[in-house]
Nanobody, 129 residues
Framework: QVQLVESGGGSVQTGGSLRLSCTAS????????MGWFRQTAPGKVREGVA?????????YYADSVKGRFTISQDNAKNTVYLQMNSLKPEDTAMYYC?????????????????????WGQGTQVTVSS
């Protein structure tokens, strides 16, 4: 069974940086389509932030984070990262890591939550002005 564990969240001021980590067990992430999502409050829509195709060949970003966030992967650690720079108060949210291990990303947009069949528990990011 695939387990995803996020870490690295916290509280920073506007303009600060954080690096989120998503470590997997039970699956090799190099063969998964990986995504980061965020949710501003329970019940709100989860917004796709960034994604990484298997093997790291392609990256995808929401317009709101392009140029500020970078998704990457460390194969040796079976971990995916989200480097977040120039943070803004509107980046405040719970951030979730997700993995597609069954190929749904071939049919649907990476920003669709239904693509992903595995989710972490989330890590909170708070940006103060």
């Amino acid at each position: 069974q695939v387990q995803l564990v996020e870490s690295g969240g916290g509280s920073v001021q506007t303009g600060g940086s954080l690096r989120l980590s998503c470590t997997a067990s039970g699956y090799t992430l190099t063969t998964a389509f990986m995504g980061w999502f965020r949710q501003t409050a329970p019940g709100k829509v989860r917004e796709g932030v960034a994604a990484l195709s298997p093997g790291g060949r392609n990256t995808y970003y929401a317009d709101s984070v392009k140029g500020r966030f970078t998704i990457s992967q460390d194969n040796a650690k079976n971990t995916v990262y989200l480097q977040m720079n120039s943070l803004k108060p509107e980046d405040t949210a719970m951030y979730y890591c997700a993995a597609d291990t069954v190929g749904r990303s071939l049919r649907w947009s990476w920003e669709t939550t239904s693509v992903y069949n595995n989710w972490g528990q989330g890590t909170q990011v708070t940006v103060s002005s």
